[in-house]
């Protein structure tokens, strides 16, 4: 560990600070008050299901896991086609990621009562309730991510040292533990989100559009598996989601420093490694400072509540920008100017992107007012206002990424057009660390997410313990602005998977070299010489593979990628869908046959509710979740490396597009309704509320079960691509 600079420190010492904070904002939580014995009480109902959901996902998934973990293995030990540290570093990312969304899960269970007993006082401290609980979350997951990624490296550099491949070595099998959390991410988010939609979808359609009552009635027997959800969908399946695409952004970025700085002198390729992990680092403390800023006032409208957590965010935004430079020339990095643009170019894609995701989900805003306005002449309209709209909010993403891919690239390169081998590879580092830059204050990005079902929890509590028609103004408020924050955390994910994905395009590569290295296959430049293919650049490898427009391998590989998209979120939604069918019918079926339950003198099963979620959920995530990592092992089977880089191109265009377009859909439709509810066009219990409704339920597994699961499915097939590099080249070639 010699080699190691002593401000490597600095990024171990950051996860302990991040995880220091998280408990000292969870210790905080807990010291208010949690509020009535009612309240207490259904608490405690959503906190027990949302446990025992949770257990059953995790003993699902480690059944999955110790048949992946025996797989690699295999190939590791008895093909000698893997690193033999693969098999630990997967385990690891997918323990890392579990109990990132486990404390992320559990806070929000504890606060969601809390901030409903806050916003009894004020609208200010219902806001710094629910919003340092879920700066939990975002603490643990980038505290979690850094002490990961630190202890993989301590290790992993004292095994291997010496040469220049050395940390190439360490950095693509570092990214083994990304498929890890990307795996555990998947199944997560997938089966959170048919449980959480299975259950809001069924309240609404009996509940509010059948029964005509409230949103959150306690007479709807769905309503707890419904907030049971939001824990399960919305904070642990989105905490392992983000963890996945934090680290997954630095791995890469690591694994390309590793290569394009290889042929450097000194030690400039251990500072090109450890480079996105410093500005990671430096990030976390940036966002301590951006959650201490969040504040309100009584009365604040809705622009007056995102400008509080805008000031936050924006802050720990520009000040990481700054920061990116002093770090970079601290480290005497190789064109630091250019490189810190790079950074630059991928904050300021999160942030136009986070701008945009607000403007067409925000009730702010007239597109999703001209969705509440579709509602007067019925549902269909709305559907179809919705999914125009959600097809237009992605022009301005697709834009902004395809700008910030260019401007990444050509600043970390020199503004170097040659296309030649280093300016090739110095390009793609720079791409991989505007990634990071979009991620590095994830601390507060994060924070912002996860309020939301903290905010929607506390609403609901409100509602069942009739805490009255102020205290539920409140929390009405904290919702519609979660609604909204919620869209932007998933545009801002959706972004940055597509930098990461690129950046694992190039992993992939270097991976791919080094297992021909290990069964000693050589490979052919384009001179025509044999060379050892550890040595071989883009362009040779490229000429090698024949990876042009002109093989039809590619072409194939590329639509069997855009297929993926619409297959995996044709298989969710189909799985929401049928979920939901059934708690629709048991919810009617207790409307039926439990006397009293719609007069209040009749007490629904609402346990029964929270198993069929629980038990639909299990077993429809099963197959989609597994899909994502049987599709590049067969096409790299079937068509080789050119049809798996053919594949992952065709899945990052489509699968980047298709989940911007499902998630602001969806939070424009949500939002629409709430529009409505607060007094226009009729207002709650219209017809045009109705409407609106309707248009939220088929948004909902848009926004919160297909199209956040999209961007893992994006960075796992690349994930599963680089762990399965030894098997293509056995036997796809």
């Known amino acids: 560990m010699d080699n190691i600079p002593m401000v490597f420190w600095l990024i171990p010492i950051a996860s302990v600070c991040a995880l220091g904070m998280a408990w000292f ?19 405690e109902y959503v906190r027990s299901g949302a446990m025992a959901y949770l257990r059953q996902q995790y003993k699902i998934v480690l059944i999955v896991f110790i048949v992946l973990a025996g797989i690699f293995a295999v190939m590791a030990y008895g093909f000698n086609a893997q690193n033999p540290w693969v098999p630990f570093a997967f385990l690891t990312g997918g323990f890392f990621s579990g109990l990132a969304g486990f404390f992320g899960m559990k806070t929000a269970t504890y606060a969601s009562a809390r901030t409903a007993n806050a916003a009894q006082h004020s609208l200010d401290k219902g806001l710094k309730v629910a919003f340092r609980s879920g700066a939990v979350m975002g603490l643990v997951v980038v505290g979690l991510g850094l ?43 997938v089966g959170g989100g048919i449980y959480t939609k299975a259950a809001d979808v069924g309240a609404d359609l009996v509940g509010k559009v059948e029964a005509n009552i409230p949103e959150d009635d306690p007479r709807n027997p769905a309503t707890i598996a419904d907030n049971v959800g939001d824990n399960v969908g919305d904070v642990a399946g989105m905490g392992a989601d983000l963890y996945e695409s934090y680290c997954g952004s630095i791995l890469s970025t690591a694994a390309l420093g590793a290569t394009a700085f290889a042929a450097s002198a000194g030690d400039m390729q251990m500072r090109a490694v450890i ?23 009584e009365g604040a409208s809705m622009k007056d509540l995102l400008h509080s957590l805008g000031l936050g965010t924006n802050t720990a935004a520009v000040l990481i920008a700054v920061a990116t430079f002093v770090i970079l020339y601290l480290l005497k990095m190789d064109n630091w100017v250019g490189i810190s643009f790079s950074v630059i170019s991928g904050l300021a894609a999160g942030v136009i992107i986070g701008q945009a995701t607000e403007y067409y989900t925000s009730q702010s805003y007239r597109p999703t007012q001209e969705i509440s306005k579709a509602s007067k002449t019925g549902s269909a309209t709305v559907i179809i206002k919705g999914i125009g709209t959600g097809m237009i909010s992605t022009c301005v993403p697709v834009l902004t990424i395809s700008v910030a891919i260019m401007m990444s690239y050509l600043c970390a390169n020199g503004f170097d057009m040659s296309m030649s081998a280093h ?8 791409i991989g660390i505007a990634a990071v830059g979009m991620l590095s204050t994830l601390g507060i990005t994060l924070a912002t997410d996860a309020y939301g079902p903290i905010a929607d929890n506390a609403g609901g509590n409100a509602e069942m313990s009739e805490l009255g028609e102020e205290v539920r103004h409140r929390t009405d408020a904290l919702d519609a602005l979660g609604n909204t924050t919620a869209a932007t955390g998933k545009g801002f994910a959706i972004g940055s998977a597509a930098l990461t994905a690129l950046a694992l395009l190039a992993s992939y590569i270097e991976e791919v070299k080094i297992a021909m290295h290990r069964v000693g296959e050589t490979m052919t430049n384009v001179a025509g010489q044999t060379i050892d293919a550890t040595n071989a650049s883009i362009p040779d490898f490229m000429n090698y593979f024949q990876v042009n427009l002109m093989n039809p391998k590619v072409l194939v590989g590329a639509f069997i990628g855009a297929m993926a998209a619409f297959l995996f979120c044709g298989l969710t939604m189909g799985a929401v869908g049928r979920a939901a069918a059934r708690m629709v019918e048991e919810v009617r079926r207790q409307f039926r046959e439990i006397k009293g339950i719609l007069e209040g003198t009749g007490t629904p099963d609402y346990g029964r509710c929270v198993e069929i979620s629980t038990l639909s959920a299990q077993k429809e995530m099963i197959f989609p979740s597994l899909l994502a990592i049987i599709i590049p092992i067969v096409v790299g089977a079937v068509l080789g490396v050119a049809g798996v880089l053919g594949l992952l191109v065709g899945g990052l265009a489509a699968g980047f597009t298709l989940a911007v377009f499902m998630a602001n859909a969806g939070g424009a439709w949500d939002n629409a309704k709430k529009y409505v509810e607060e007094g226009n066009f009729g207002g709650k219990g219209s017809d045009c509320h109705k409407a609106t409704i309707v248009g ?24 599963v691509s680089i762990v399965m590099a030894g098997l293509t080249v056995a036997f796809g070639g």
Request: no cysteine.
């Open 696 to 719: 939220d339920t088929v948004g909902d597994p848009f926004k919160d079960t297909s199209g956040p699961s999209l961007n893992i499915l994006i960075k796992l097939m690349s994930m």
């Open 147 to 189: 002490l990961d990624i630190a202890l993989w490296f301590l290790v992993l550099t004292h095994f291997y040292h010496g040469d220049q491949t050395a940390l190439i070595t360490v950095t693509t099998t570092m990214l083994t533990f990304g498929m890890g959390a990307s795996t555990q991410a998947l199944f997560a988010r």
């Open 423 to 430: 300016s090739i590879q110095t390009g793609l580092y720079g």
């Open 275 to 297: 480079a996105p992990m410093l500005i990671a680092a430096v990030g976390v403390f940036l966002s301590l400072l951006g959650i201490y800023m969040v504040r309100t006032k």
């Open 25 to 43: 904002f969870f210790r905080n939580m807990m010291k208010e008050e949690e509020g009535t014995p009612r309240m207490v009480e259904i608490a």
